[in-house]
């Protein structure tokens, strides 16, 4: 069965500073990525996503992502955080496989952003 | 245009009682999605419909926990004799189709459900 690991249940990075949240996942196939993000009492917003072609792929509010093969990852970046970007983050795997379409999650990485 | 809407958005209720949690997907969006939340166990995935049917209904986490959809549009999950660990934020999602992952599921705000 496939599976999502975000080894970071925590990040604390300052205002301005760049970030990345890292994703590993377990899969047989070349799956569909992606990354969504929540804010506290919200649902899950839509940050990119990696079907296939590029694998840099650019997202909303200035994130992006790459998926490397060999490492089994697709970890989230940005140049610069705004305070805004408090949240959490949580990467997905969707299969490729068909059947059963729901994604699988990880368990998240809490990002807080220092002044 | 609007999107995913999930009712009620909170519900407290005693143990025991029954409950039920409604989602609104995207119009025209034919695949639906519902997922809870829980501090123990994260996100997980308990049942999809393509159109009215559900094809796998393993994900749901025991038989107190039932779903339907109708008229490709609205779904109802229902909880039987709720049980403290019930206790959770309900998600639910639509896709423009079931096409596999290769689809991005839209989320609604979720329900968050406290059984006392």
């Known amino acids: 069965a496939q599976s999502v690991t975000q080894p970071d249940i925590h990040i604390t990075v300052s205002e301005g500073a760049s970030l990345e949240l890292r994703c590993n996942y377990s899969y047989g196939a070349t799956p569909y990525l992606f990354w969504y993000v929540q804010s506290p009492g919200q649902g899950l917003q839509l940050l990119l996503k990696?079907?296939?072609?590029?694998?840099l792929v650019q997202g909303i509010k200035g994130f992006e992502a790459e998926f490397k093969r060999s490492q089994s990852s697709f970890n989230l970046r940005k140049p610069s955080v705004h305070w805004s970007d408090a949240a959490e983050y949580f990467c997905a795997v969707g299969l490729s496989g068909g059947g059963a379409d729901g994604l699988t999650f990880g368990k998240g990485t809490h990002l807080i952003i220092q002044p | 245009g609007a999107g995913v809407s999930q009712s009620p958005s909170n519900k407290v209720t005693e143990k025991g009682k029954d409950v039920e949690l409604r989602c609104d997907p995207i119009?025209?969006?034919?695949?639906l999605y519902w997922y809870r939340q829980s501090l123990g166990q994260g996100l997980e995935f308990l049942i999809y419909?393509?159109?009215?049917?559900?094809?796998?209904k393993s994900g749901l986490p025991s038989d107190r926990f039932s779903a339907e959809r109708t008229g490709g549009s609205v779904s109802t999950l229902t909880i039987q004799r709720t049980q403290q660990e019930d206790s959770a934020v309900y998600l639910c999602?639509?896709?423009?189709?079931?096409?596999?992952?290769?689809?991005?599921?839209?989320f609604g705000p979720g329900t968050r459900l406290l059984v006392l």
């Open positions: 119009s025209g969006h034919t695949a």
């Open positions: 990696y079907f296939s072609g590029d694998t």
């Open positions: 419909f393509q159109g009215n049917s559900a094809p796998d």
């Open positions: 999602a639509s896709s423009p189709s079931g096409a596999g992952g290769a689809t991005t599921q839209y």
